[in-house]
């Protein structure tokens, strides 16, 4: 049940910000001045631990480092792609 009541929560947290930057995607790119880093090839960074520690401030739960790393690699704001990958 906690984790049901933190998803409701979280939810009300995303929309406060997407009406505070216009969208969920200008919150999260802000963090990198809309910048792909490339291979970094971690399971959490400086970054994952910013982007977590301020939705944690916004109010969100659940939210660690490493949930966020592999958001950002997710989305494609970190691009863990090798030279030989038809992604790269």
């Given at each position: 049940?906690?984790?049901?009541?933190?998803?409701?929560?979280?939810?009300?947290?995303f929309k406060v910000i997407q009406k505070?930057?216009?969208?969920?995607?200008?919150?999260?790119?802000?963090?990198?001045?809309?910048k792909i880093i490339k291979s970094e090839?971690?399971?959490?960074?400086?970054?994952?631990?910013?982007?977590?520690?301020?939705?944690?401030?916004?109010?969100?739960?659940?939210?660690?480092s490493t949930t966020i790393y592999s958001?950002?690699?997710?989305?494609?704001?970190?691009?863990?792609?090798?030279?030989?990958?038809?992604?790269?």
């Open positions: 049940e906690g984790k049901i009541r933190a998803t409701i929560n979280n939810a009300k947290v505070e930057y216009g969208s969920f995607s200008n919150y999260i790119w802000g963090f990198t001045d809309g090839y971690k399971t959490k960074s400086e970054l994952s631990d910013k982007i977590a520690k301020d939705l944690k401030k916004k109010g969100m739960k659940f939210v660690g958001y950002l690699e997710a989305i494609g704001i970190i691009d863990n792609h090798e030279k030989d990958c038809f992604k790269y």
